[in-house]
């Protein structure tokens, strides 16, 4: 679904050349839940920036479900950004002159469906999320919780093969953050590609796979089960 | 298409939604009555006067005895005749753009109730009619036994030649040959038509009209006498006057020239519609500053808007947006807005326009008008809109990561 090699990207100022990502290489398949952790500043951002198509890279090559998306234009990244990836971001990023309906609209409208689709999808993955009662609240009406959980409506009503989620809880208090972190692996169950980066050791034990980057790199691929237990065994009682 | 979550954004601001479109509106208004406005003095700086304005000239002379006035006529006549250039001189009471001379109103039979409006009486000696090159179209030019004796402005009756558009006004029947035109109990018969000659100070007021001139051939004498009409070979125009100055300041202390009447047609027209110039001047002034001002307001809000808004320009990339499409909303954003300010603006350029009839002598608004102002506010707005709108397009879709 998801495949970098020896991905870099460096970003210049008049003054310095950053590596924000040297050497990188991942491959996360159709249908996994990869949690992507690191210390500050370490490039998880950055990964989530350049597998979602909102910026490019310096070197290396990225394959998003099968296409080498390094030579695409503008349009025909914009065109894939809409159908095939769904973010979430840790600020919520609702659009604050829309009320909820609208903001799922968003991504909809973009891709040129009928109305009546729109409208479909929309009360549907509202409903999923529970909130189809507030259509006509505006975001700062909303509490986080709730916010985050429009985004993830936003990002769920196009029906994307592939969620990229930034830090999705960071806002949130933690039972908020349990509620999203419930919906995001409903979501999962359901068939969807997630690779979520979190600063939360619990919730990304909570993933299928772990990838720990540090400096750019991509230093430590847990499966999940070694990773799981291990922490089952740290955890454990007994 | 997305035209309805714009609408929906708008109403999150309304106040500067209220405003822009306000002004907007004020600009249509003013556009639309200020280009009728310059229009309508434009098209009557244009008027057809019927004459050759280039090759005509008054001559006016003052200071003398009525019991000379023969003696005057004679003298300045041969002096005209023998000026080098002139091909034909004559007396005239008035000419074209120049001080009027017999305005009054006529009635088609005596015993009328009110008149058909304020005619202006051009009363001619002996080869006047010629020199002044009007083009007959019906019935036929005065003749040598039509001259009559002037008495208070006009010979008490005769033959006169009236314009086609005062004809046609007259007896929209037509045969106007042989039709009497009254003023009070002098009575003129209507031997000719001519294609147009314009009356001295034409559009003063709407029961004048510009054609409404009625030539009557005069005999010269103490009431036909002191204003003389040249025809002037092309190009020489100045130097004949020039002659013509000199020649009357030897002519001896009792005949005295009135330099402000004494010009070509063409120099008197460019005085009459000297108001006119300025007016229009003053109101492209006008309507150049008020589009000047709104197309700075529509860049201003959008500038503002487009910052306000990188962020979320940033998610809608990341949500699919292509840069044309954000291009898109803000160009549909600011149509939105202009076409609420053109709606309103339209009710209010009718209001202005019933304002100006009260209290000056302007026609209704023709709805031709309207498009006018529109067309020109779309243009500048999206011409405003473009540059703001361009760089809201090259937000980069990375915003929408990197929190400010
Ligand atoms: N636009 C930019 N220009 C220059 N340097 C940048 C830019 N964006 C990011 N960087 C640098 O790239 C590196 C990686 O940043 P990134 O945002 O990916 O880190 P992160 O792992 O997401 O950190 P955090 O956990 O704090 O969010 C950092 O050193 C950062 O300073
Ligand atoms: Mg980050």
């Known amino acids: 679904m998801l495949k970098m090699t020896h991905l870099s990207k460096v970003y210049r100022t008049e003054v310095v050349e950053t590596y ?43 394959h998003l479900d099968g296409v080498d998306v390094s030579h695409l234009n503008d349009n025909a990244r ?20 829309l009320n ?37 609240h505006y975001p700062a009406e909303l509490s986080g919780g709730q916010q985050q959980r429009v985004a993830i409506a936003r990002a769920l009503a196009g029906s994307p093969r592939l969620l990229l989620a930034d830090e999705p809880t960071g806002n949130l208090d933690t039972q908020m953050a349990r509620g999203v972190m419930e919906l995001l692996e409903d979501i999962h169950r359901e068939g969807a590609t997630i690779v979520m980066v979190t600063h939360d050791p619990e919730l990304a034990t909570r993933a299928q796979r772990n990838v720990h980057v540090i ?3 991509v230093v430590d691929v847990a499966e999940d089960r070694v990773f799981s237990t291990s922490q089952l065994a740290e955890h454990s009682p007994a | 298409m997305q035209i309805q979550p714009i609408l ?19 600009a249509c208004a003013v556009l639309s009555n200020a280009s009728f406005l310059i229009s309508q003095r434009i098209s009557r700086m244009h008027a057809p006067s019927g004459v050759d304005n280039a090759q005509l000239a008054e001559v006016s002379v003052e200071g003398f005895a009525p019991d000379q006035a023969s003696n005057v006529n004679a003298r300045m006549l041969a002096m005209l005749r023998g000026t080098a250039g002139v091909s034909s001189a004559a007396l005239i009471n008035a000419v074209p753009f120049g001080d009027p001379a017999a305005n009054a109103g006529i009635k088609l039979d005596p015993s009328e109730q009110g008149t058909h409006g304020v005619m202006h009486f051009y009363v001619g000696g002996p080869g006047a009619f010629q020199a002044l090159g009007l083009k007959v179209v019906e019935g036929r030019a005065p003749q040598a036994g039509d001259y009559q004796p002037v008495a208070d402005f006009t010979p008490k009756q005769a033959p006169v030649v009236i314009t086609r558009a005062l004809a046609t006004s007259l007896w929209p029947q037509g045969h106007p040959l042989g039709k009497s035109i009254w003023i009070g109990s002098r009575r003129f018969r209507v031997i000719g038509v001519v294609k147009g000659l314009i009356r001295p100070a034409p559009f003063t007021s709407s029961n004048r009209p510009a054609q409404g001139s009625i030539f009557v051939p005069g005999q010269p004498g103490p009431q036909l006498v002191g204003r003389y009409l040249i025809r002037v ?3 020489q125009m100045d130097s004949v006057l020039e002659r013509v100055r000199k020649a009357v300041r030897q002519m001896g202390p009792q005949v005295v020239l009135d330099e402000a009447q004494t010009a070509s047609v063409e120099s008197l027209h460019s005085s009459y519609f000297q108001t006119d110039r300025s007016m229009v001047a003053l109101l492209l002034g006008v309507v150049a500053a008020l589009l000047l001002v709104t197309a700075l307001g529509m860049v201003g809000l959008a500038s503002f808007w487009v910052s306000q808004r990188t962020r979320q320009i ?11 499409a954000i291009l898109r909303y803000f160009q549909t954003e600011n149509l939105l807005i202009v076409s609420a300010g053109i709606a309103l603006g339209v009710v209010m350029a009718f209001a202005l326009n019933v304002l100006l009839m009260q209290y000056y002598e302007v026609p209704r608004l023709p709805l031709g008008y309207l498009p006018v102002g529109a067309l020109a506010l779309w243009l500048l707005g999206q011409l405003a809109v473009l540059s ?14 990197r929190s400010v």
């Open chain 1, 215 to 217: 400096d750019g790199q």
């Open chain 1, 20 to 62: 924000a990502l040297r050497d990188f290489s991942i491959d996360v398949k159709e249908g996994e839940f990869v949690a992507v952790t690191g210390p500050s500043g370490s490039g998880k951002t950055t990964f989530l920036t350049i597998a979602g198509l909102l910026e490019t890279f310096t070197g290396g090559s990225y």
């Open chain 2, 388 to 401: 703001p709108a361009l760089r809201a397009s090259r937000v980069p879709p990375v915003v929408a990561t």
């Open chain 1, 78 to 97: 914009s065109k894939i950004r809409n159908e095939k990836i769904g973010f979430i971001f840790q600020a919520f990023n609702l659009i604050p002159d």
């Open chain 2, 314 to 324: 940033g998610v809608r990339r990341a949500l699919g947006a292509t840069q044309g």
């Open chain 2, 8 to 26: 929906a954004a708008l109403r999150r601001h309304r106040l500067a939604t209220l405003l822009i479109t306000l002004q907007i509106a004020l």
């Open chain 2, 233 to 235: 070979a092309t190009g």
């Open chain 1, 100 to 136: 909820v309906y609208d903001n799922v609209e968003v991504p909809l409208r973009y891709r040129g469906m009928k109305a009546a689709e729109r409208k479909k999808r929309i009360m549907e993955s509202l409903e999923r999320v529970g909130l189809s009662s507030r259509l006509k």
